[in-house]
């Protein structure tokens, strides 16, 4: 684990909840772009904008409007690609470092029992890809309203 924390680190990515803790042009957080950050920074760019400005909050959605102003064509297909949880949620990139070590002891167990080492690199990949797979089913998922069965019965 320790020898692929450079890895970890390299590939940490915050996960957009509310955007309330994600400095837009500071860090790392457009999974679907080069560097997962903003790459092209106009002449005007507001340092200490936060992500919840992309993000409208009634609709739990991304204002295309005000991100289409401020980004390049292909940042903006990566932002709007980003789901958004129907759920207030905060930022996190805990869940991200949870399932990049659960991948990593994942891989420690093949190699042990004989299996091929999967080249490193594709450990962040592997890691968003199984977090966006989660949160969309996590996003289908309805649970029954207890309350509201508690009194009917």
């Not at 005000?66 to 949620?89: G, H, N, P, Q, T």
Request: aromatic share 8%.
């Amino acid at each position: 684990m320790v020898a692929a924390l450079p890895i970890l680190k390299s590939g940490s990515c915050w996960r957009v909840g509310n955007g309330e803790s994600i400095k837009v042009y500071v860090d790392k957080w457009i999974l679907n772009c080069p560097a997962n950050r903003v790459l092209y920074q106009g002449q005007d760019v507001e340092r200490e904008m936060m992500v919840s400005e992309l993000i409208d909050a009634d609709l739990h959605g991304w204002r295309r409007d005000v991100i289409i102003e401020k980004f390049c064509r292909e940042e903006v297909d990566a932002i709007c690609r980003i789901s958004l949880s129907r759920r207030y949620i905060a930022d996190s990139v805990f869940e991200v470092f949870i399932v990049q070590a659960w991948l990593l002891w994942n891989q420690r167990n093949v190699v042990a029992h004989g299996g091929q080492l999967r080249d490193p690199k594709l450990l962040n990949q592997r890691a968003v890809e199984y977090l966006d797979e989660y949160r969309k089913v996590q996003d289908q998922i309805t649970l029954p309203n207890t309350a509201t069965q508690s009194r009917q019965s």
